[in-house]
């Protein structure tokens, strides 16, 4: 069964910091590209960052960059989400997501949220003090 956990979430004071982990089973995460999307209430559901299949390449959304850091472990299938400097504005359920679709391993950007085919189930960070 093709799996994947997300788990790392809590409550920290802003400007802290918090690393998100996404667990593969069922599936080698090599293969496919790897998103993290993040939804706040009553907000549509954003990407945040991604990494290419074989961690050849990533991006990140402008509200985000240069605080996280995405990387992959390959020998432990997960995927990181490394969250710094965090703003009350980053308070969501973050969840992770794998795409098998070419364009997607080959090139992942922000936007392509209906090219993801596996979730997670979400972790919820919140940033207060």
């Known amino acids: 069964q093709l799996q994947l956990v997300e788990s790392g979430g809590g409550l920290v004071q802003p400007g802290g910091s918090l690393r998100l982990s996404c667990a593969a089973s069922?599936?080698?995460?090599?293969?496919?590209?790897i998103g993290w999307f993040r939804q706040a209430p009553g907000e549509e559901r954003e990407g945040v960052s991604c990494?290419?299949?074989?961690?050849?390449?990533?991006n990140y959304a402008d509200s985000v960059k240069g605080r996280f850091t995405i990387s992959g472990d390959n020998a432990k299938d997960t995927v990181y989400l490394e969250m710094n400097d965090l703003k009350p504005e980053d308070s969501a359920v973050y969840y992770c997501?794998?795409?098998?679709?070419?364009?997607?391993?080959?090139?992942?950007?922000?936007?392509?949220?209906?090219?993801?085919?596996?979730w997670g189930q979400g972790t919820q960070v919140t940033v207060s003090s």
């Open positions: 997501a794998a795409s098998g679709f070419t364009s997607v391993r080959t090139m992942c950007t922000m936007g392509q949220e209906s090219l993801y085919t596996f």
């Open positions: 069922g599936f080698t995460l090599d293969y496919y590209a």
């Open positions: 990494i290419r299949s074989f961690g050849r390449g990533t």
